[in-house]
């Protein structure tokens, strides 16, 4: 079969090393396509394949050395680093097969390779991403008014820069009537307002940026703003405010709030969509003597709100927020509900250090005259050790739900919310999303009957084997918006893994696991890159090209708890060679500035001899989404690396398939439970938006 027509590019130019980069300019130019190929015919009668942005780049840190105008007259084999870099195989078009073109194009230095036939070329195949460019990214090369050139085109085209710029708009919050520079006075009611503006008022306490996407066929979107509060009363229930496509909201959402005391208070204004969370904005204001500030410091934390166009719908969110002393939750969706528990993160630390320990003891635990480790030495457990482990894991999942929320320090509200939690968990199904700072709870396994009842114990009522659980760490910049993984021209994935695990224990788990990528590879819509050190690890996180899409980590994993020192620093993955890569070495030799374009979903297997605190996921987490991850998937506690192994292989079955990751977790922890009488599942947890899914889906 010859290569498919449907997988060449045909936007190209054809040209020889010896055209100047005017030239080059010109002729794309009157292609009226920014993102024409451009392909070069190189003395030796390969080809390089190239793109406007590549060609800027290259000029851009050479510029310095040619002055302009002369730098248009330059050809392209004199540009530094331009040709080499971006050599392409040629092949004619019914001598490949698809799939084998596909390969080689993602292996070619420069990602592509050059499809003839009957030695004309007709077509580009892409096998790498490249970043796009647009016309305004040229100005630099074009002398005004000069005929021909992409600055005298860009009207005449339809092209992110030829469109007028988009019109830029702010969330103002302002307390209607009353200067900001002046504290609140007690035993005043005070409206506080939010609408969307053209401008930033000066007389708002807060202007945060309104970059909401629309969609085609959208001309209006509904936000509801929640306010919460433990220092001002909130007389207003939530409101909604509805913002059109351009210019200003359509009124306001207005709340009456009244300080409940002197000083500092906070006001924290929940933004949300279809019960989804999207931001939270946080106003501290003054309350006291005239003189004093009114407006102490205002925060926005969470998605930008371009990200709210791609959100679904969710039953219950629960944005949980580190006060110092405790943590507020605010609950949102169908019912809502506010309660500071007074839990600090110590003693969150020790509360769930004490269900891991129960969870390693599941993990560890024998049966019979020779102690056989049935979870380690087998997918399928017998019904009289799962009956065993249910009611262990039961009892300390209900154990730490009451603890959390009916805990001897825990007030009304706390019980509340509790108590609506519950009732909404045995009633439906639900979407659970949790927001958090510094709050990671294992909640799949929270216990959620009305007690716990050891010889009446339902599997319903684990969180995690009916609800889909998304955990998302609450922090400023969230930089990935969509919950979409590109796979065109080709899905980039690197498997980091300790080989040291089949010698260790006489198993074949990372070899088969390396044959199974292998397989998936050889469709050619998958490029698998293998890491076995630390060192390497380190390098492509360091790395600013590096484009993993899904970061997979099958190794040990070790981190400590609170008291024994180290911190989050102290979270290490061990890889081949006892290779350990600390947290701490990688904000030092890798850190989070240097971002990873490829925004990949960072898997981390933790399989045998490892200690998983909470620390660890609120190490690891935000260090790689402040790197543009879009998120991670972990474990609450070491995993046999048996089943860590068939975890992974069903997970990316369906992952690679297109499924979303809340599905696929709800149904693989079924899958394995119901299936094969193995909990095991519930000890995996999403730190990442559980609609995201590879588009489109790998024909495998």
């Known amino acids: 079969m010859p290569i498919a027509e449907s997988e060449l590019d045909r936007d190209f130019i054809v040209v020889d090393d010896q055209a100047t980069v005017r030239q080059?300019?010109?002729?794309?130019?009157?292609?009226?396509?920014?993102?024409?190929?451009?392909?070069?015919?190189?003395?030796?009668?390969?080809?390089?394949?190239?793109?406007?942005?590549?060609?800027?780049?290259?000029?851009?840190?050479?510029?310095?050395?040619?002055?302009?105008?002369?730098v248009l007259d330059v050809t392209l084999r004199d540009v530094p680093g331009l040709l080499a870099p971006r050599a392409a195989d040629v092949v004619e078009q019914a001598g490949m097969e698809t799939r084998q073109a596909k390969q080689l194009a993602r292996r070619a230095p420069g990602g592509r390779l050059v499809v003839l036939a009957g030695g004309q070329v007709v077509g580009v195949l892409v096998g790498r991403r490249v970043r796009k460019i647009t016309f305004v990214d040229l100005d630099w090369l074009c002398e005004p008014a000069e005929p021909g050139t992409l600055t005298d085109l860009v009207p005449k085209r339809v092209s992110p820069s030829a469109q007028a710029e988009p019109e830029k708009r702010w969330i103002n919050a302002e307390v209607q009537d009353?200067?900001?520079?002046?504290?609140?006075?007690?035993?005043k009611v005070y409206t506080l307002a939010f609408d969307v503006d053209t401008e930033a008022r000066e007389t708002a306490l807060a202007a945060?940026?309104?970059?909401?996407?629309?969609?085609?066929?959208?001309?209006?979107?509904?936000?509801?703003?929640?306010?919460?509060?433990?220092?001002?009363?909130?007389?207003?229930?939530?409101?909604?405010?509805?913002?059109?496509?351009?210019?200003?909201?359509?009124?306001?959402?207005?709340?009456?709030?009244?300080?409940?005391?002197?000083?500092?208070?906070?006001?924290?204004?929940?933004?949300?969509?279809?019960?989804?969370?999207?931001?939270?904005?946080?106003?501290k204001l003054r309350t006291g003597l005239p003189g004093q500030a009114g407006l102490v410091a205002a925060e926005t934390l969470g998605r930008p709100m371009d990200a709210a166009f791609a959100i679904q719908p969710r039953d219950v969110n629960l944005t949980i927020?580190?006060?110092?002393?405790?943590?507020?939750?605010?609950?949102?969706?169908?019912?809502?509900?506010?309660?500071?528990?007074?839990?600090?993160?110590?003693?969150?630390?020790?509360?769930?250090?004490?269900?891991?320990?129960?969870?390693?003891?599941?993990?560890?635990?024998?049966?019979?005259?020779?102690?056989?480790?049935?979870?380690?030495?087998?997918?399928?457990?017998?019904?009289?050790?799962?009956?065993?482990?249910?009611?262990?894991?039961?009892?300390e999942g209900f154990r730490l739900y009451q603890r959390i929320f009916y805990g001897p320090a825990a007030d009304a509200q706390a019980n509340l919310l509790g108590d609506r939690l519950r009732e909404m968990a045995q009633r439906d199904t639900l979407k659970i999303q949790v927001f958090s700072q510094q709050f990671t709870l294992p909640w799949g396994i929270l216990y959620v009957a009305d007690e716990y009842d050891p010889d009446h114990i339902?599997?319903?009522?684990?969180?995690?084997?009916?609800?889909?659980?998304?955990?998302?760490?609450?922090?400023?910049?969230?930089?990935?918006?969509?919950?979409?993984?590109?796979?065109?021209?080709?899905?980039?994935?690197?498997?980091?893994?300790?080989?040291?695990?089949?010698?260790?224990?006489?198993?074949?788990?990372?070899?088969?696991?390396?044959?199974?990528?292998?397989k998936i590879s050889q469709c050619g819509d998958v490029e698998v890159i293998e890491r076995e050190n630390g060192d390497e690890v380190t390098r492509a996180l360091d790395d600013t090209s590096t484009s993993d899409q899904v970061l997979y980590f099958y190794c040990h994993a070790i981190s400590r708890s609170l008291e024994e020192g180290g911190g989050p620093d102290a979270s290490t993955l061990v890889l081949s060679g006892d290779q350990r890569v600390t947290l701490g070495d990688l904000n030092v030799f890798a850190p989070p500035k240097k971002t990873l374009p490829g925004a990949p979903l960072v898997f981390i297997n933790a399989c045998e001899s490892a200690e998983l605190s909470p620390l660890f996921y609120d190490g690891f987490v935000p260090y790689f989404m402040a790197k543009g991850a879009r998120g991670v998937i972990g474990t609450e506690c070491e995993t046999p690396a048996l089943f860590a192994a068939e975890w992974a292989r069903r997970f990316f079955d369906q992952f690679l398939a297109g499924a979303p990751l809340g599905e696929i977790f709800l149904g693989l922890r079924r899958e394995f439970y119901y299936g094969h009488g193995n909990l095991l599942g519930l000890l995996y947890a999403l730190y990442v938006d559980g609609d995201t899914q590879v588009v489109p889906a790998i024909e495998l």
């Open 321 to 395: 927020l580190n006060t110092g002393t405790g943590f507020q939750v605010i609950m949102s969706g169908a019912v809502g509900a506010m309660a500071t528990l007074p839990i600090t993160l110590l003693q969150l630390d020790q509360m769930i250090a004490q269900v891991r320990l129960e969870l390693l003891r599941i993990v560890h635990l024998g049966v019979g005259s020779d102690r056989t480790r049935v979870y380690q030495v087998g997918i399928d457990v017998p019904p009289e050790v799962n009956q065993r482990a249910l009611q262990r894991l039961a009892r």
């Open 24 to 70: 080059v300019r010109d002729r794309v130019a009157a292609t009226g396509n920014d993102w024409t190929y451009v392909v070069v015919w190189l003395v030796d009668g390969q080809c390089a394949v190239l793109c406007l942005s590549e060609i800027v780049e290259a000029l851009q840190k050479w510029r310095g050395e040619v002055p302009q105008p002369e």
């Open 458 to 518: 339902d599997p319903e009522m684990f969180l995690g084997l009916k609800h889909i659980i998304e955990h998302i760490p609450l922090q400023p910049g969230m930089r990935v918006i969509d919950n979409t993984i590109d796979s065109r021209p080709g899905l980039d994935v690197s498997i980091n893994v300790n080989a040291d695990i089949d010698r260790q224990m006489g198993v074949s788990f990372v070899a088969d696991q390396r044959r199974y990528w292998e």
């Open 208 to 283: 945060a940026s309104f970059g909401y996407r629309f969609r085609p066929d959208e001309q209006l979107v509904t936000l509801t703003i929640q306010l919460e509060s433990d220092d001002f009363e909130i007389y207003t229930e939530p409101q909604k405010l509805r913002v059109p496509r351009t210019g200003r909201s359509k009124g306001k959402a207005r709340f009456d709030v009244e300080p409940k005391h002197e000083g500092a208070g906070v006001i924290n204004a929940l933004f949300l969509k279809e019960g989804n969370f999207v931001q939270l904005m946080t106003l």
């Open 178 to 187: 009353h200067d900001p520079a002046e504290p609140l006075q007690m035993g």
